[in-house]
């Protein structure tokens, strides 16, 4: 079969869309019976590479957004039509539930499904509405003409019960729960990196409790930045380590307070040293439609303080390898921290369970084209 995945909001350097996209792309280069393609937004049509693979994504015209604009929202999907026409695509992924909506009508010969990385109304409408009549009710128009969109989908992936749930509630015929993979290899229990610590300003002694991800305002970052006060406060005088980029990273990088540090980009090999080096993850999103960060933290038996809610809760919950805390509740979060760190060994074992028993990344990609071929059966 050949597939095409359309991205229209992607980073060339970070995110957890970006990794999806390496590691389906490294499965399918095994798979001598299907082919995969992918666009995504660049500087125009055309070709570049994916991360630091072989692989080419095709690419149409993206707009640069964010302080220091990498990010790209895809505007012309031109090139994306062109190979479901070209190539015989027979199996249409999208990745946003923003733009897709060109794909909603029926197409012969091709399968419609969306992986929902973003749900709108958690993560960008309620927040922008607010309590304010109007914008309440623009952002249920926005929402109802999504929802009726994707209701035509063959297929809606989701990557959570959390998601798949809200999904449910609001009229979806056509979800299904696909647990996201997971690198094995890359993230599992090892050796700490005490030199790591060192090198980002920490006392690799003391604990540290380290915020991984990107630094944008739907992540709960106003939630982290009120709480390390109180964290390093604790009587086990634990450290805050910030890493990621976005809209806040100014404010963290000028953070000055004994026993903070402000990381900057990690790439992926120095991402999981640093979580096999950690005392805890600080996950302040409530909104996250799986939560991959906090996965790698629990395969690499890092115990993860979350907020009570989106899919990084959820596995917190059901692993039990962690605390939650009220979202958007920075007295909760520091209140959080303060029940873990006595209980580290503990939930570090649980986590490790937890990993143990996630599927790979391998077995993901595999799950999804097997469901696909029978969807495609079914139509036949």
Not at 244 to 261: D, M, P, Q, V, Y
Request: charged share 25%; glycine share 10%; proline share 6%.
């Amino acid at each position: 079969m050949v597939f095409l995945d359309v991205n229209s909001f992607l980073s060339p350097r970070g995110g957890g869309a970006r990794t999806y996209h390496i590691q389906k792309a490294e499965w399918f280069s095994r798979q001598a019976e299907h082919r995969y393609l992918v666009v995504g937004p660049g500087a125009g049509v055309g070709a570049e590479r994916l991360g630091d693979t072989e692989f080419l994504m095709r690419t149409g015209w993206g707009l640069p957004y964010g302080r220091s604009r990498n990010y790209r929202v895809l505007l012309d999907y031109s090139e994306a039509d062109r190979l479901i026409d070209r190539e015989g695509v027979e199996v249409l992924e999208t990745g946003d539930p923003w733009i897709s909506a060109r794909w909603s009508m029926r197409r012969p010969g091709v399968l419609r499904t969306c992986m929902w990385h973003s749900d709108p109304h958690t993560a960008y409408l309620a927040p922008w509405a607010g309590r304010n009549p109007v914008r309440k009710l623009l952002a249920r128009i926005v929402l109802s003409r999504v929802d009726t969109w994707h209701r035509h989908f063959d297929r809606i992936w989701c990557a959570s019960e959390w998601i798949a749930d809200l999904l449910r509630g609001r009229g979806y015929p056509n979800v299904e729960r696909i647990r996201f993979g997971v690198d094995h290899e890359r993230f599992r229990p090892g050796p700490r990196a005490p030199e790591l610590l060192t090198r980002l300003g920490l006392d690799p002694d003391r604990p540290v409790v380290l915020y991984a991800g990107r630094l944008d305002f739907e992540k709960g970052v106003s939630t982290l930045q009120a709480a390390i006060p109180g964290i390093l406060g604790l009587p086990e005088r634990p450290q805050v380590l910030v890493t990621g980029r976005g809209e806040w990273e100014e404010k963290f990088r000028e953070t000055r307070l004994e026993g903070f540090a402000y990381g900057g980009f990690l790439d992926r090999d120095a991402l999981s040293d640093l979580l096999r080096s950690s005392t805890l993850l600080l996950a302040t999103c409530a909104v996250e439609t799986f939560g991959l960060g906090v996965l790698e933290s629990l395969c690499s038996g890092l115990p993860v303080v979350s907020a009570d809610g989106g899919g990084g809760g959820e596995q917190v919950r059901h692993s039990g390898a962690g605390e939650l805390f009220a979202p958007d509740d920075p007295v909760a979060a520091v209140d959080a921290v303060r029940r873990a760190l006595p209980r580290v060994a503990e939930l570090s074992h649980r986590a490790r369970d937890w990993g143990n028993r996630w599927p790979s990344w391998d077995e993901m990609f595999q799950s999804q084209a097997d469901a696909c071929a029978e969807l495609w059966r079914s139509r036949a």
